[in-house]
């Protein structure tokens, strides 16, 4: 009876020791590769469209009353971003790549930098796409504080305060990683998304749901598409040199 | 001040409060997990760069807990010297010691989670020694009480019946429980652990206050006390299951909702005060129910006079 207690506390420490997950983020592995190159002569263009079949589900409003400066922004109750069904039934930020079938290859990321909005306590927008090393900018438009979270797994996360007027932050993403969100902890509701791709061939689905990946090499590919809520989906096919190829997705709710 | 083993009005009282802040505590490091709020503000020690960064959002809920964790940790030092000067019994000064190391790695492991972005078991650990504290204090409150002073009534354990190591399982199971909320609020593990262990951890409790209440009722501090532990435990079963509920009803939301945060919130607090009974039931026990080789010596030299 007296080793009763003792043994409790062991078997509990060993059965938390069991459980515990690991969160240690993956480093990627960083390749010497060639320099990508594509010949305009044969390049073509990957399009289509993300469908949303079933009921169209009710987003509920955010409330914004905790803090009264990102009520005031908004003239209309704002609703939240996570399911955006568009009037002709197609799923808006949805995020497409190409998954697979590139050939190994180092792509220049773009001189321009992405940009990512904290408006109305909103971000802006909502699914960013962002190529490995092209540098990110985070403004804080809104005149309250802000605090902008990367819950990246595989780049290293970080958390930092961008009060208002604050200068740009900038920021980069050395390798790819599709999808993680960027969260607000002054404002629990704010959460985007950013997809680093290793290559300039992705796109988000917008208010018409269609999406365009131009200037692709001829190749057989795997095309991904990823959704916050519904996660991803994949289509393969086949681009003809200077021809054009189109696959389209459908998520149900 | 005279050193003494008297009752101290004064020391007594400030304990109270102590405990009662730390309580306070509790309940603001909750509303801090369950707002999402825990690195609304980025840096540490300081907040936004300041002492006092406005109170907008999620930062009131994070520097909040700062200040009321700041006032605690003063309130704990007040204590300190405060047993140092007026208190006899060197184990309670050296509890204060004890409490006072504690609320200062507890300071260090919150900064920590801010600035390493809450890892699992640097956030676990913290929100256990939140409760391994509020118990201490809830210790410190009932050793500097004029019921304390006035000494034990002495009980014989009852062979067929033990007691004293028994009354050592109920802390050690809602330690275990409380780690497991903990682990899975900072999303370590599943909630389905605790969930899971809770019938085992409210059977621990059930066996010890039945066993207190059919074996050892005579002692009125043992009754009260294995009265009152049942009682918190049920509560929290109850608060559990609401907290469980409306995590479901919510899991779509896109921000934490009142109710959610107000049962959760009251689970972590009545969780707290859960592990303090237990522990003062443990407390009343061994001092009410001697060891047997005591209790044997104590008839002997009843025996001898």
Redesign the interface.
């Known amino acids: 009876m007296k080793r009763l207690p003792v043994a409790a506390l062991l078997f509990f420490l060993l059965f938390l020791a069991a459980c515990g997950n690991s969160t240690q983020p993956k480093t990627a592995a960083v390749a010497n590769l060639p320099a990508a190159h594509v010949d305009p002569a044969t390049a073509g263009s990957i399009t289509g469209r993300v469908l949303f079949q079933g009921d169209h589900p009710m987003m509920p409003v955010i409330d914004m009353s905790s803090n009264p400066l990102c009520e005031r922004a908004h003239h209309t109750p704002q609703k939240a971003e996570t399911v955006v069904v568009n009037a002709n039934g197609t799923l808006r930020n949805v995020f497409i790549w190409i998954k697979d079938g590139l050939p190994p290859a180092r792509w220049t990321p773009p001189a321009e930098s992405a940009k990512l909005d904290q408006n109305g306590c909103i971000y802006s927008p909502h699914v960013l796409g962002i190529m490995q090393g092209q540098q990110l900018e985070i403004l804080n438009s809104d005149p309250v504080n802000h605090n902008v979270r990367a819950e990246s797994q595989i780049n290293p996360a970080w958390n930092e305060s961008e009060p208002p007027r604050a200068e740009h932050k900038i920021k980069e993403f050395d390798s790819p990683e599709v999808m993680f969100p960027l969260t607000c902890s002054v404002h629990p509701w704010m959460r985007s998304y950013v997809a680093v791709s290793p290559h300039p061939f992705f796109a988000v689905t917008g208010d018409d749901g269609s999406f365009t990946l131009k200037g692709v090499p001829p190749g057989t590919y795997t095309i991904e598409a990823v959704h916050e809520k519904y996660g991803r989906k994949e289509g393969k096919l086949t681009l003809a040199p200077n021809g054009s190829a189109t696959v389209d997705f459908a998520y149900g709710g | 001040m005279a050193v003494n083993n008297e009752y101290k009005p004064g020391l007594h009282r400030w304990s109270i409060l102590l405990a009662f802040c730390t309580l306070l505590l509790v309940v603001a490091g909750g509303l801090v997990t369950s707002?999402?709020?825990?690195?609304?503000?980025?840096?540490w020690p300081l907040s936004?760069g300041k002492l006092m960064?406005?109170m907008?959002?999620?930062?009131?809920y994070?520097h909040g807990h700062r200040m009321v964790a700041t006032t605690v940790g003063l309130l704990t030092i007040v204590s300190v010297i405060w047993l140092f000067r007026s208190e006899r019994r060197r184990w309670l000064r050296w509890l204060g010691v004890i409490a006072l190391i504690a609320v200062i790695v507890q300071g260090v492991l919150g900064g920590l989670t801010v600035l390493l972005?809450l890892?699992?078991?640097i956030s676990t650990s913290h929100a256990c020694l939140a409760q391994l504290f509020f118990s201490t204090t809830v210790a410190m409150a009932l050793f500097t009480s004029r019921w304390w002073l006035r000494g034990p009534v002495p009980v014989e354990e009852d062979p067929k019946f033990?007691i004293r190591?028994?009354s050592?399982?109920a802390p050690?199971?809602v330690l275990?429980q409380l780690?497991?909320g903990a682990?899975a609020r900072h999303k370590?593990?599943g909630s389905i652990?605790h969930i899971s262990a809770s019938p085992i951890v409210t059977g621990v409790i059930l066996w010890v206050s039945l066993r207190i209440l059919l074996h050892y009722a005579q002692n009125r501090e043992l009754r009260l006390a294995s009265t009152t532990l049942p009682g918190i435990t049920f509560c929290q079963v109850f608060l559990g299951i609401a907290a469980y509920m409306s995590r479901i009803a919510y899991a779509?939301?896109?921000?934490?909702m009142p109710l959610m945060v107000t049962f959760t919130v009251f689970h972590v607090a009545v969780g707290a005060l859960t592990m303090a009974a237990s522990v003062v039931l443990a407390i009343l026990v061994h001092r009410n129910v001697p060891a047997p080789a005591r209790a044997f010596a104590d008839t002997r030299v009843s025996a001898v006079s």
């Open positions: 707002r999402d709020a825990g690195l609304s503000v980025p840096d936004y960064p406005p907008e959002g999620g930062i009131l994070e972005l890892p699992w078991w033990p190591s028994l050592l399982l050690i199971c275990c780690a497991l682990a370590a593990i652990y779509d939301a896109v921000q934490p």
